[in-house]
């Protein structure tokens, strides 16, 4: 854990004396907050009104329990900025982070996770922690001037009730889009005499992806019947757009024959071991969801698909002809606030600074985003209960180029959802003699330099 014995010291003697700092939601970026404010001494209580009330994605009532996917995307720490933010969060002690590299499942150069084991992982953690109280009740709204500290990390669900007391409290109208639930797979269902495993370019251990070959036919009439397919409609919701980087099936299928060949369904990089010489013409992928390796995911299926649809379209894919699911694709709503608006650079709410917000409520996408400014909030709010001023971290680490993004560096007008990605980093210095830096020389200099500074501001 990443933190100075003044802290600690300073901590341990004001601990019995102050109020906690609340915590509205036990997802990532809450049980992220929690932790981080227990380890330098800071007690605090998370509100998570599961299993009082359910929400339309979650089955357990784990907390940091995972919905859309089991993929913490790539873990490349020296040429990708979501690897680099995995670095980081580790290097600064993250519980997120500690989870999932102790149930990780095999996913290629990616970081995926056991979904159960994960969550059971933090829930114990934070359960036996004396500086955390869980609390089983539902916020509805927001609490009094009697809470001096709190964190609102309620996420993609937020219930109408506390989205309309947030957005009371902001003056704002409500930002929202669709996020969409991948179908998972029994592993023994599906046809291995067709099927085969391999990763893309053979990264990770080289065989971490079930695939699924489909000739040109083959393609053509799934997508046919993909964009036929019956589909869930939420009329009230039709102008809430989709994120990008987590489009429906159908939407992606829409934007023409192409769309999914060359991105979920891409072809390349992948040899049919059963005919070498002949290149699939698409190619679905599924990864591992669980630590058994019993259940797979369909990568890129999320869908709004109806639930018979789904079973009768995707057992029309060669190797599913007989699959069998143990969660078929949904849609969900996601809500989060116009942060560079609202928010400063310390996450709290402008008009009301006893609030902060973490998580995607905040306009991050993806769950390290998510549980990444959960670690930032409650380091801030940690530091102002303890009475020290603990600036941003620096625009160079991926860490600072997040924050800032979503608190300033976006335009409010036109804000959205964003993974972590290079182009919010300034760009690196050239070096002396070289005209440019290019291909992995530069995201390796963006992340030699990234670890540096976050170490400086660490220390």
Not at 46 to 64: C, Q, V, W
Not at 330 to 349: A, E, I, V, W
């Amino acid at each position: 854990m990443c933190k100075t014995s003044t802290i600690t010291v300073l901590a341990s003697i004001m601990s019995e004396k102050q109020s906690p700092i609340h915590i509205i939601g036990g997802g990532l970026a809450g049980s992220e907050a929690a932790w981080q404010a227990a380890q330098v001494g800071v007690p605090t209580i998370i509100h998570e009104m599961r299993p009082t009330r359910a929400t339309e994605a979650h089955k357990t009532d784990g907390l940091a329990e995972l919905v859309c996917s089991n993929s913490f995307r790539s873990d490349d720490a020296l040429s990708n900025a979501v690897g680099l933010l995995h670095e980081e969060m580790r290097r600064c002690g993250s519980i997120i982070l500690t989870a999932a590299d102790a149930n990780k499942v095999p996913a290629g150069g990616a970081l995926a996770v056991d979904r159960d084991g994960f969550s059971n992982t933090i829930t114990n953690a934070l359960n036996n922690e004396p500086l955390i109280d869980i609390e089983r009740a539902e916020i509805t709204e927001i609490p009094s001037g009697d809470w001096d500290n709190v964190i609102v990390a309620t996420g993609p669900l937020t219930s109408q009730e506390l989205s309309t007391s947030i957005l009371n409290a902001t003056g704002e109208d409500n930002l929202a889009f669709f996020d969409a639930i991948a179908p998972i797979v029994y592993r023994d269902s599906i046809n291995f005499n067709i099927a085969w495993f391999q990763s893309r370019y053979d990264k990770g251990d080289g065989a971490d992806y079930i695939n699924l070959p489909m000739t040109k036919e083959q393609y053509l009439t799934f997508l046919e019947e993909v964009n036929q397919g019956d589909k869930t409609e939420f009329k009230s919701w039709e102008e809430t757009p989709y994120f990008e980087g987590c489009l429906p099936l159908e939407v992606m299928a829409e934007r023409g024959p192409e769309t999914l060949r060359f991105g979920p369904l891409k072809p390349v990089g992948l040899t049919n071991p059963r005919d070498p010489n002949q290149k699939p013409y698409a190619i679905v992928q599924l990864r591992q969801d669980n630590a058994l390796g019993t259940l797979y995911n369909m990568v890129g299926f999320q869908t709004k698909l109806k639930y018979a649809e789904q079973t009768r379209i995707f057992q029309m894919i060669p190797g599913l002809e007989n699959a069998r699911f143990a969660r078929l694709g949904g849609l969900h709503r996601n809500t989060f606030l116009n942060s560079p608006l609202l928010l400063d650079d310390q996450l709290r709410l402008k008009q009301d600074p006893r609030l902060r917000f973490a998580g995607q409520i905040t306009g991050v996408e993806g769950y390290v985003e998510s549980a990444a400014m959960g670690l930032l909030a409650g380091r801030f709010a940690a530091a102002e209960k303890l009475a020290i001023t603990l600036t941003a971290p620096p625009l160079t680490t991926a860490l600072g180029a997040l924050i800032n993004h979503i608190t300033k560096g976006a335009e409010s007008s036109t804000f959205q959802p964003m993974n972590i990605n290079f182009g919010l980093f300034p760009p690196p210095i050239i070096p002396e003699g070289k005209r440019k830096l290019r291909g992995r020389e530069r995201k390796l200099a963006y992340t030699t330099r990234a670890k540096n500074d976050l170490q400086d501001w660490l220390s």
